[in-house]
């Protein structure tokens, strides 16, 4: 079965200190994956996804994810944290058939000061 | 653009009553969606519309019926509502650009059944 696994429900870091967020997927096919962000009372923003080719892709606001095929993960990456990226981030795989994409259940970010 | 518009933003419902969330986009987008977000669960996809006049279900679409009559708008309507159905709506379009196109999302509608 398609699933998508986000291993960290919460994660506090410091601000300035680096950040890697798990993912890990289940899917029969070459998977498209996305990591979104939500911040507070908002909707999803994409921050970045891949298709195929380079499987480090760099995305908006500083973040960076690698795509590993051998671990089936996809981590998103950060080398130094703002304030301002506290937020809940949630990684996806899809579409199955035209439009079922699976989202994991989400890590909340905290950056203390 | 405005992109993608949900309205209201906030609902409180009583069980047993009916209600449609609103969701318009104006970027011409063929595929459109809607997914119910719950703590611990991230987001589940309910019903989804790949163009005007064609929906299918998705995950989780008991309760939920859909229609799609235009390219811009893609409204959700509860029937009768229930406690189960208290949750964050958000409403989502992709342009039929193909699996690599983005996915847009509104500003979701959160919804409580008392």
């Known amino acids: 079965a398609q699933s998508v696994t986000q291993p960290d429900i919460h994660i506090t870091v410091s601000e300035g200190a680096s950040l890697e967020l798990r993912c890990n997927y289940s899917?029969?096919?070459?998977?498209?994956l996305f990591w979104y962000v939500q911040s507070p009372g908002q909707g999803l923003q994409l921050l970045l996804k891949?298709?195929?080719?380079?499987?480090l892709v760099q995305g908006i606001k500083g973040f960076e994810a690698e795509f590993k095929r051998s671990q089936s993960s996809f981590n998103l990456r950060k080398p130094s944290v703002h304030w301002s990226d506290a937020a809940e981030y949630f990684c996806?795989?899809?579409?199955?058939?035209?439009?079922?994409?699976?989202f994991g259940t989400g890590t909340r970010l905290k950056v203390l000061a | 653009n405005a992109g993608v518009t949900q309205t209201p933003k906030f609902q409180v419902l009583k069980t047993g009553q009916s209600m449609t969330l609103q969701c318009a986009q104006d970027?011409?987008?063929?595929?459109m969606s809607w997914y119910r977000q719950d703590p611990g669960m991230g987001l589940r996809l309910i019903h989804y519309?790949?163009?005007?006049?064609?929906?299918d279900q998705g995950e989780v679409p008991n309760g939920y019926n859909v229609s799609r009559s235009t390219t811009e708008d893609f409204p959700l309507r509860l029937l009768s509502a229930a406690p189960s159905q208290t949750s964050v709506y958000f409403c989502a379009s992709r342009g039929d650009g193909g699996r690599t196109d983005t996915q847009y999302f509104g500003p979701g509608t959160r919804l409580t059944v008392l």
């Open positions: 519309s790949v163009g005007a006049g064609i929906t």
């Open positions: 899917y029969g096919a070459t998977p498209y």
């Open positions: 996806a795989v899809g579409p199955s058939g035209t439009y079922k994409y699976i």
């Open positions: 891949y298709f195929s080719g380079d499987t």
């Open positions: 970027m011409n987008h063929e595929y």
